[in-house]
């Protein structure tokens, strides 16, 4: 069974401060995405890395950075967090386009 | 305009009644179809690929039409246990096959 694990269910922080969001996965996936998902505007793509030490800008890519050093695991950052990033995060992976796309379970951060 | 749109309901239906929920996509260019399933605070699961011939899963049917671009998925006999939240995700072509996902359609099944 493959497994999307992410570091926090729940996370408060306040505006400005610097926020890390982890993910894992243990099927030896290339390819990992990040997501943030809010009422009415569904799942939007924030980066994504199909490789180590790749990323690529998804549709909303402001004021987030990605970090892949190892294939298992895929941060994303918020350098300065700020109250409209407050929202679902869900990380995900796949191993190729046409297999099944796997997601953790979600981090719901609040940022005051 | 969204590039995936879907009614967001919420369709309430007795247990045992048939719902179908449909998605248009603006891309022409999509590739392949997909209906994820999302429960209350959880994270989305893969439901059922959608092929051009039309595929069915037990209770549930998903078509598409490209030409109308539009995408359907017909649920039978409805359970409670398929109250949820339903996304329909297109694979936008090109580059690194971005999938798109809908905002979701709610379905509240009761008895």
């Known amino acids: 069974d493959v497994k999307v694990t992410q570091s926090s269910r729940y996370l408060v922080k306040r505006t400005g401060e610097k926020v890390f969001l982890e993910c894992v996965q243990d099927?030896?996936?290339?390819?990992m995405f990040w997501y943030r998902q809010d009422p009415g505007l569904g799942l939007r793509l924030i980066y994504f890395?199909?490789?180590?030490?790749?990323?690529e800008k998804g549709d909303i890519p402001e004021g987030y950075s990605v970090s892949r050093e190892k294939k298992e695991r895929f941060s994303l950052i918020l350098e300065s967090a700020s109250t409209n990033q407050t929202s679902m995060y869900l990380c995900?992976?796949?191993?190729?386009?046409?297999?099944?796309?796997?997601f953790g379970p979600g981090t719901r951060l609040l940022v005051l | 305009r969204k590039e995936v749109e879907q009614d967001p309901g919420p369709f309430n239906v007795p247990e045992g009644a048939t719902v179908a929920f449909n998605c248009t996509y603006s891309?022409?260019?999509?590739?392949?179809f997909f209906w994820y399933r999302q429960d209350c605070r959880k994270e989305p699961k893969l439901l059922m690929s959608?092929?051009?011939s039309g595929n069915e899963d037990g209770r549930f049917t998903a078509q598409l039409n490209r030409a109308s671009q539009y995408i359907s998925l017909l649920i039978r006999d409805s359970k409670l246990s398929d109250s949820a939240t339903y996304l329909c995700?297109?694979?936008?072509?090109?580059?690194?096959?971005?999938?798109?996902f809908g905002a979701g359609t709610r379905l509240a099944v009761h008895p």
């Open positions: 995900a992976s796949r191993r190729t386009v046409q297999e099944t796309q796997y």
């Open positions: 099927m030896d996936h290339e390819n």
């Open positions: 890395s199909y490789d180590v030490k790749m990323k």
């Open positions: 891309n022409s260019a999509s590739q392949s």
């Open positions: 959608v092929y051009s």
């Open positions: 995700v297109v694979l936008r072509g090109g580059g690194y096959n971005k999938l798109i």
